[in-house]
């Protein structure tokens, strides 16, 4: 599904269903294994990746993602940005929150993908959307 991905140009994708929620891991897991990321890093940066689709799903009531690899001269990365127009985050700090959840869920996900990466970042309001961008670097 993900033969023939060009890792020189950005891969965007839709969220819409479970379906697109798998093919984001597979499209993360691929970029993860071209920038050489460790087989405990592509996990973690997959793992971070699906959390933050389904959130962008359920939450977001679908968006969009971008995978692009990075490079700083020294290192090579991966980045994701996953890009949503539902309702927003009111108090992110709560949100963030181990445990916090407004959907019955573990309230895991947007912390837990938070300690997987080495770099996340939150643009949200209310009623504003919410686009989140993760980067995780190889060492
Ligand atoms: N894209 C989003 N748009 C709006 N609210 C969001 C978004 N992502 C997360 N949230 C809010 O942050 C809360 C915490 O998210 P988190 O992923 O940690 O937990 P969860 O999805 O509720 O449960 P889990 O991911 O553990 O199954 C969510 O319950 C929701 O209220
Ligand atoms: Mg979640």
Redesign the pocket.
Known sequence: MTAGVDLGQPQAQAIRSDEDVVRVRQLVRTVSVAVKLSLVDQTKIVTAAS?LA???L???GGGTVEVATVDNGRRRGVRIVFD?S????ADLDL?LTDG????G???????GARRLVDEFDIQTAPGEG?RITVTKWSR
């Open positions: 959390e389904r959130n962008t359920v939450y977001g949503d539902g309702p927003g985050i949100a916090y959840t407004t959907g869920g573990l309230g895991l996900g947007l912390s919410t």
